[in-house]
């Protein structure tokens, strides 16, 4: 550890007197960090609002036409891309056994590791925001009015309008994923900056579409710069710039509304006396900033979310303790950014994101990276869902509220505890439908070497 490393000034040990949590954080422990600044600021500070999540909302039936006819896994919803939410009592005894701990209210699966398209929650943010792109460059030239069939975007004629620009964007593997396959649908020539870390069925899958893949020797952040270098020489390429775009935040923050309407038609009511509780995987944060922003919208102080990241990148809690935002990494404090999840594998988070969620969070725990494989393990075993790793990150979160002192401290701050029995708790899971098998049986292998070696009481037992 450089401890005579200083950031912003002050040396690592500074920071660490200043902020206790930070020795556990640099030691790659787990934590949970509760915010300090929740609920302290108004929404109506923002730059973004309620109206530009309907907006959003309205954009994607717009485009629903379209994405029934060019993606037929999504005909059955009529060209919604939306994931299921599924309760999963079977895992919620396993973490009630493995933790000895009871766990009050309801555990659910948020599903958009199964969302159409792209097995990913990038299936939100970036096939929005190529639509966006597109729906832009068509009303500036005067091609398409909101009045239109969108399903006339199918033919040839639209498709060698949209040859003629270009799409960039930098990703661990999701975003290319979504972007690449949206983009390439509708004809745009596209190019993915992929990190280091990016795995190489999802380069296959990508190429196998038509899209230029380049791989760069660097991390997330590296990747994202490589690719707006490439946009800024060519007025005709379009960056999608996942560190600061509004509207893969908005992609996202639909995401909500569609909630809603499922919790609606489950008969699961949120209010004063029904907390909801949210855990979200986060990367550079707009995924899990959106949504958050969204249900915040809908639920207020009903609703609290927390985010979940790596020890080993855990990016957007170091910007939200320290303040600094992207003025800071996770490599700033020593830590190597060196994760097996893919789309958390990010060392600065997103200031955009950071300033909108900050007084919006309830806070943000840590997970190892083993302890994701043996969660997905578990998750496989108990309920038949398969999951890439990133998507367990969340698995943890009524755990840790319930079983640390800084959660315990946090439901009795808010007066929770009274009402637990009436919590949802929803685990956002974020990815995995299309990891070949022969990769998802690998990781389930190594879940359960990892779970026999580990605890045995880690053993699940119908
Ligand atoms: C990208 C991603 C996330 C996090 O989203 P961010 O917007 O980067 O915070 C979580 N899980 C998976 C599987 C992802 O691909």
């Known amino acids: 550890m450089p401890m005579n490393q200083t950031v912003a000034g002050k040396s690592i040990l500074q920071w660490q007197l200043e902020y206790p949590i930070l020795q ?6 787990e934590v949970l960090w509760t915010n300090a600044k929740y609920k302290s600021l108004s929404m109506d500070t923002l730059t973004i609002d309620e109206k530009d999540v309907r907006d959003a909302e309205e954009r994607w039936k717009r485009f629903a036409p379209y994405l029934a006819k060019v993606f037929e896994e999504t005909q059955s919803m009529n060209g919604i891309i939306e994931s299921p939410l599924v309760p999963i009592p079977h895992m919620h005894r396993y973490l009630e056994k493995k933790y000895q701990q009871a766990l009050p209210g309801k555990l659910w699966l948020k599903c958009d590791s199964h969302l159409p398209i792209s097995g990913s929650i990038k299936a939100r943010g970036g096939i929005y925001e190529v639509l966006k792109h ?14 239109d069939d969108y399903s006339i975007l199918d033919t040839k004629k639209f498709k060698d309008f949209f040859s003629q620009y270009s799409i960039a964007v930098g990703s661990t593997g999701n975003l290319g994923l979504s972007i690449g396959v949206m983009s390439a649908k509708m004809g745009f020539k596209v190019t993915v ?8 069925w999802k380069k296959d899958l990508l190429r196998e579409k038509g899209v230029t893949v380049i791989e760069h020797r660097s991390d997330y952040s590296k990747a994202v710069e490589e690719g707006r270098k490439q946009a800024e020489t060519d007025p005709d390429c379009y960056f999608i710039d996942d560190e600061n775009s509004k509207h893969l935040f908005l992609g996202y923050a639909v995401a909500a509304i569609r909630l809603k309407n499922q919790l609606d038609a489950a008969g699961v009511i949120v209010d004063e006396d029904h907390p909801l509780f949210v855990y979200l995987p986060c990367g550079v944060g707009g995924g899990p900033g959106g949504v958050t922003f969204g249900l915040k919208l809908i639920y207020r102080e009903h609703v609290h979310c927390f985010f979940a990241e790596p020890t080993h990148s855990p990016c957007m809690l170091l910007g939200l303790l320290t303040e600094l935002h992207d003025q800071v990494s996770v490599q700033d404090f020593g830590i190597d950014n060196k994760t097996d999840a893919d789309g958390l594998a990010v060392g600065r988070p997103s200031r955009f994101v950071g300033k909108v969620i900050e007084s919006l969070l309830s806070g943000i725990f840590t997970i190892d990276d083993e302890e994701l494989y043996i969660l997905l393990h578990a998750l496989s075993n108990s309920e ?5 790793p990133s998507a367990l990150a969340g698995m943890l979160g009524t755990v840790k509220l319930h079983h640390t002192r800084v959660g315990k401290e946090y439901l009795s701050a808010n007066t929770l505890e009274e009402r637990s029995e009436n919590g949802t708790h929803i685990v956002w899971a974020t990815g995995g439908s299309l990891v070949p098998r022969e990769i998802m049986e690998g990781y389930y292998n190594k879940g359960l070497h990892l779970s026999t070696l580990k605890d045995s009481l880690t053993e699940y037992d119908s």
Do not use: P
């Not at 038949?384 to 890439?388: A, M, P, S, T, Y």
């Open 24 to 29: 556990d954080v640099v030691s790659l422990k």
């Open 134 to 147: 597109a729906e832009d460059l068509l009303f500036k030239h005067n091609l398409l009015t909101t009045q």
């Open 193 to 200: 900056h992929m990190s280091e870390d990016a795995k190489q």
């Open 384 to 388: 038949n869902i398969d999951l890439e």
